[in-house]
């Protein structure tokens, strides 16, 4: 059972590169997440999904896209990396189980992926 | 909006000296709040999630509580290996179950 997985765990792009990180959980979870760490600022969500075919818009989505084609998958997508994309990017899921709603709010983190862009 | 802040950013402490860390919420309707803990170079590790005031919660050396405000996260006889940064988040119970806002973190260190 290895969780929440991320690759890759380090990338350094140069301003209007493109690329995806992948996230993949082994929980079932139906819930999953993208969120960037800033020094200084609390994790921001970036997109999430609450299932298979279903994305949506977090708090700082701009420059960002995101696919949810399996469940286990939850794909971001920088199509012109930015200076100030530069940050930690973690990957989170959260299950939701029919008497338990409540523990959406429990989400299980991968162990982030660190992007600089010159 | 809701808002979490916590105090203090860091906190050093000797190994045995229990503290507690704080944190101040402000939300329209408290569907849950969550403590975490990160490791350097690590994704949060879900610690404790608490519904209602004057729920606790207990974990080890770890013992969270919860009043209408603020939550607590106190610190029993402390060893080094619970150094990290605690990260506090809450939930609203208005919007959807991804609404979920986090603290900066207290970062403590636990000396030998």
């Known amino acids: 059972n290895a969780g929440v997985t991320q690759t890759p765990k380090f990338r350094v792009l140069k301003t209007g590169q493109s690329m995806t990180l992948l996230c993949a959980q082994d929980?079932?979870?139906?819930?999953m997440y993208w969120y960037r760490q800033d020094p200084g600022m609390g994790l921001r969500l970036i997109h999430y999904?609450?299932?298979?075919?279903?994305?949506a818009k977090g708090e700082v989505p701009d420059g960002y896209n995101v696919s949810r084609l399996k469940k286990q998958n939850f794909l971001l997508g920088l199509e012109s990396a930015a200076p100030s994309q530069t940050s930690v990017y973690f990957c989170?899921?959260?299950?939701?189980?029919?008497?338990?709603?409540?523990?959406?709010?429990?989400?299980?983190f991968g162990p982030g992926t660190r992007l600089t862009v010159t | 909006e809701d808002q979490v802040t916590q105090s203090p950013e860091a906190l050093r402490l000797q190994e045995g000296e229990s503290s507690s860390l704080n944190c101040s919420y402000t939300?329209?309707?408290?569907?849950?709040l969550f403590w975490y803990r990160q490791d350097p170079g690590k994704g949060p590790e879900f610690l404790f999630t608490?519904?209602?005031a004057g729920e606790e919660k207990e974990k080890e050396r770890l013992k969270a509580t919860l009043t209408k405000k603020e939550s607590f996260l106190h610190i029993t006889a402390p060893k080094p290996e619970d150094s990290a940064t605690y990260l506090c988040?809450?939930?609203?119970?208005?919007?959807?179950?991804?609404?979920?806002?986090f603290g900066i973190g207290t970062k403590l260190q636990v000396i030998p």
């Open positions: 929980m079932n979870h139906e819930y």
């Open positions: 989170a899921s959260s299950f939701l189980t029919s008497g338990g709603a409540r523990r959406a709010g429990e989400q299980y």
């Open positions: 999904s609450v299932g298979e075919g279903t994305t």
């Open positions: 608490l519904y209602s």
């Open positions: 988040a809450v939930q609203p119970s208005s919007g959807g179950y991804q609404k979920v806002t």
């Open positions: 939300v329209s309707g408290l569907r849950g």
